[in-house]
């Protein structure tokens, strides 16, 4: 599976929207993008994945480029509640190898 | 719907015992399950995986003696710690995939159990 480099870390105020940029420059064709965040001691909570096209669900946006070795998770308008480890996964399979993720710090 | 659970959320144990880890998927059936431990503020370290009535599958570097996985039906599978000594002291989590999810869009998302906290002393 392809590695993924994200940011160490990010601040973000309340109520603006959080932009975390993930690059997969060696993703294959059949990988899809998964994003996914880790508040502290728990588990990893399911936010969006993707392909090729732009994704957006209740919590977030997904934009991948065309070439598809970037992506960035949009959180539109970030709460307190939004401070967690951001993890981007590329993977094809079922196995689901986890990077270093960025600590995005919303701060009041 | 598509929740896993873990149990216990945090045990507390003395070296040399054996320590069980359930994964239980709730409300879907799991072929396969993923363990995943996870040390103090490091990333998520995928342990193995486990497979429905055959040998679990367990990523390099990973003793099988050590972590025993058992995966006996399409709902649970157990994670056992052997001969525990405090530098296996960690987060151990546990995650299936989505089925539901999986079907929808052709993507394998997992869902993930809370973690189990083990602490040996």
């Known amino acids: 599976d392809a590695k993924t480099t994200q940011p160490t870390s990010m601040d973000c105020a309340e109520g603006r929207a959080a932009n975390l940029p993930c690059n997969h420059s060696t993703i294959s064709g059949n990988e899809y993008v998964y994003w996914y965040r880790q508040i502290h001691s728990q588990g990893p909570q399911y936010i969006i994945h993707g392909l090729k096209n732009n994704e957006t669900n209740e919590m977030a946006s997904l934009i991948i480029t065309e070439d598809r070795k970037s992506s960035t998770l949009i959180l539109p308008h970030a709460t307190l509640r939004d401070t967690a480890v951001y993890y981007c996964?590329?993977?094809?399979?079922?196995?689901?190898?986890f990077g270093t993720g960025t600590s995005l710090t919303v701060i009041p | 719907g598509a929740v896993v659970s873990q149990h216990p959320s945090w045990v507390i144990c003395k070296s040399g015992t054996s320590v069980k880890i359930e994964c239980r998927s709730l409300d879907f059936q799991a072929t396969t399950m993923f363990w995943y431990r996870q040390f103090p503020k490091q990333s998520l370290m995928l342990m193995a995986t486990?497979?429905?009535?055959?040998?679990?599958?367990?990523e390099q570097g990973v003793e099988k003696d050590k972590f025993l996985i058992n995966h006996a039906s399409l709902t649970l599978s157990t994670l056992t710690v052997t001969s525990a000594h405090p530098e296996d002291s960690s987060f151990y989590i546990c995650?299936?995939?989505?089925?539901?999810?999986?079907?929808?869009?052709?993507?394998?998302?997992?869902?993930f159990g809370a973690g189990s906290r083990l602490t040996v002393l």
């Open positions: 996964i590329v993977s094809r399979g079922n196995q689901f190898y």
């Open positions: 995650s299936a995939r989505n089925p539901g999810r999986a079907l929808r869009s052709g993507a394998n998302v997992l869902t």
């Open positions: 486990s497979n429905e009535g055959s040998k679990a599958t367990y």
